[in-house]
């Protein structure tokens, strides 16, 4: 599986962006995780092909929308009313194996695209 991620870019708070990785080969659920500067990894949110079931950390939920775009393969995240807190390198990840609890650890996922920089200023 190999994925690619896109849309990242400089904007000003309050503004939008959306983010897109698209995938090759299968996978059964996607997610987004960031990494800012000095702090670790941390989930964002995810989305699972069967049933469409989608999961968000609390600090984007309700601003943050994660789908699917079948034709493309891919899963996008649009960003709503972006905050200098959300300043940070954005990656997907992929699983290929089918799990019965959300998984919000990166450990838990195999696959990863490169990551793309959001920063946003107040």
């Known amino acids: 599986v190999q994925l690619q991620a896109s849309g990242g870019g400089s904007v000003q708070a309050g503004d939008s962006l959306r983010l897109s990785c698209a995938a090759s080969g299968h996978t059964v659920n996607m997610a987004w995780f960031r990494q800012a500067p000095g702090k670790e990894r941390e989930f964002v949110a995810a989305i699972y092909w069967s049933g469409g079931s989608t999961y968000y950390a609390d600090s984007v939920k309700g601003r943050f929308t994660i789908s699917r775009d079948n034709a493309k393969n891919a899963v996008l995240l649009q960003m709503n009313s972006l905050k200098p807190e959300d300043t940070a390198v954005y990656y997907c990840?992929?699983?290929?194996?089918?799990?019965?609890?959300?998984?919000?650890?990166?450990?838990?996922?195999?696959?990863w695209g490169q990551g793309t920089l959001v920063t946003v200023s107040s």
């Open positions: 990840a992929a699983r290929t194996q089918i799990s019965y609890s959300v998984r919000r650890d990166p450990g838990s996922y195999g696959y």
